[in-house]
């Protein structure tokens, strides 16, 4: 046995020679040429290669030659530092080796600067996986997650969700590849909250699977490894490893079957939802477009003609909403809150009565939101508060920030407020009875569907009884 380890011992080292040889000529062959990315390249190849044989003075001896040499060719950080980001990472590797973290952090520095003057994404990326694997070894599980989170914002940033995805599967697998339990985890644990599905308490459960085979085989192998050396050890590494790799895939494999499978269900939804709104919305103008030419023949001086063609009109806007396709997010209006609630504050008070107070509580700040539609909306609230508002009464507008896509804006009033027996169904069109004189009931109706359209909602805030206080919500 003792031969058997010599031999292996042997054999490593003679395959570390060679790479650190072939390097070497690499490097002397690229740094005649101006080659010097790929030299730097060939001298941290090189330098892995001593370190492999635990030669640790003569990694850094050729890496601080490499460096004396681009100076004396007056090659600078400024000038090229991807070149000396390449050289601070094979330091970085050496030290993180030597488990000497002081040293590691401050190459770490340097590879954060060096990488952070590139401007070059692949830099970038290598500079933040190399940060969350330090930060995880020495128990700072916070900056490692913050690491992660910034190599997949660079995708997220760009709306590239599926190198966000890619880039999450590749972090994943170098940590496999480098045995790193610790940042395994998070990274799974990160990649299971971004992807913001309801499956993802059964993908965890099943990743939870896959972690305890790798901590079993883990356990395992280290058993073994008391009594085996060498190659074998090495063998069954790779074999545990390749098994934990396939679970892995396996879970991958399922999880995305189960997101497709709900994607499909949710576009037939959305698919039939829309088929029953156009064939309504097709009832509605059919229906206006026939009476239109029986009214025009009617006296247009009596009332109730005049009630029966707005009736038509609010028919014909009802129809027009329900088939209207909401605005792209990317070409919404971005409005000045204040002043675009002033403005329409400013068309409705002299529909109000003597007296009556209007207040408005609105935050400087700029928003982006489907203007037109929105003051459609509020625009018919505040003038439903104007008229049923009496003298010396009260009329609110207030915005709310409910999150980073989510606006408020709540219209209240001192009015008699809505029976009970109404509040159920006034947002629902068509639901009242009453005389046309008395109002046709689709204002709210299709104030409620433009909400919707908007991806929000509107509400009647049930605490006010007394009053009248709604609230429309918007998602842009």
């Known amino acids: 046995m003792a031969v058997l380890t010599l031999l292996t011992a042997v054999a490593i080292w003679a395959d570390n020679q060679a790479d650190f040889a072939k390097n070497i000529s690499s490097y002397n062959a690229q740094i005649s040429r101006g080659q010097y990315l790929e030299a730097a390249r060939s001298i941290s190849r090189a330098a892995e290669a001593c370190t492999g044989v635990k030669n640790y003075e003569g990694a850094f001896n050729i890496i601080n030659n490499a460096e004396r040499t681009l100076a004396s060719r007056h090659v600078t950080p400024d000038s090229l530092p991807r070149v000396f980001y390449v050289l601070a990472k094979a330091r970085f590797d050496i030290y993180h080796t030597l488990k000497n973290q002081n040293a590691a952090q401050a190459q770490l520095q340097k590879m954060v600067d060096y990488a952070n003057r590139s401007d070059n994404k692949e830099v970038m990326s290598s500079m933040l996986f190399s940060s969350a694997q330090f930060y995880y070894s020495i128990n700072q599980t916070a900056k490692g997650d913050q690491c992660i989170a910034r190599l997949i914002k660079q995708y997220d940033s760009a709306n590239d969700y599926?190198?966000?995805?890619?880039?999450?599967?590749?972090?994943?697998?170098?940590?496999?590849?480098?045995n790193d339990a610790r940042l395994v985890e998070h990274t799974y644990d990160s990649y299971m909250h971004w992807s913001d599905s309801i499956e993802a308490i059964n993908a965890d459960s099943e990743l939870a699977r896959v972690q305890n085979e790798y901590a079993a085989s883990q356990k395992t192998i280290e058993q073994k490894d008391k009594t085996i050396a060498g190659k074998t050890g090495v063998i069954a590494t790779f074999v545990a490893l390749f098994i934990i790799a396939l679970a892995a895939v396996a879970v991958t494999i399922l999880f995305y079957l189960r997101i497709m499978a709900k994607n499909?269900?949710?576009?037939?939804?959305?698919?039939?939802?829309?088929?029953?709104?156009?064939?309504k919305s097709a009832i509605l103008r059919n229906m206006s477009s026939q009476l239109e030419p029986t009214l025009e023949r009617l006296d247009q001086s009596n009332p109730a003609v005049q009630n029966l063609r707005g009736y038509m009109k609010r028919v014909?806007?009802?129809?027009?909403?329900?088939?209207?396709?909401?605005?792209?997010?990317?070409?919404?209006?971005?409005?000045?809150?204040?002043k675009f609630c002033a403005g329409i504050a400013d068309e409705v008070r002299p529909l109000m009565a003597p007296g009556v107070k209007f207040h408005m509580d609105i935050a400087r700040t700029t928003v982006c939101i489907d203007a037109p539609e929105v003051r459609k909306i509020l625009l018919h609230l505040l003038m439903n508060a104007a008229k049923y508002t009496p003298e010396n009464g009260r009329i609110s507008l207030t915005y709310k920030k409910r999150g980073a896509r989510v606006h408020q804006f709540i219209v209240a009033d001192s009015g008699p407020g809505i029976p009970k027996n109404r509040r159920s169904t006034i947002f629902t069109a068509f639901s009242t009875t009453d005389d046309l004189s008395q109002g046709d009931g689709l204002g709210l109706p299709i104030c409620a569907l433009r909400a919707e359209k908007l991806n929000g909602k509107l509400e009647l805030d049930p605490d006010h009884s007394l009053s009248a206080t709604f609230v429309l919500t918007v998602r842009a």
């Open 264 to 279: 499909r269900r949710m576009r037939r939804n959305v698919e039939e939802a829309n088929q029953e709104s156009a064939a």
């Open 162 to 178: 599926k190198g966000a995805d890619a880039a999450y599967k590749k972090i994943i697998d170098k940590a496999v590849s480098a």
């Open 316 to 338: 014909g806007e009802l129809s027009d909403v329900g088939s209207r396709t909401p605005r792209c997010p990317d070409n919404l209006d971005s409005v000045d809150v204040e």
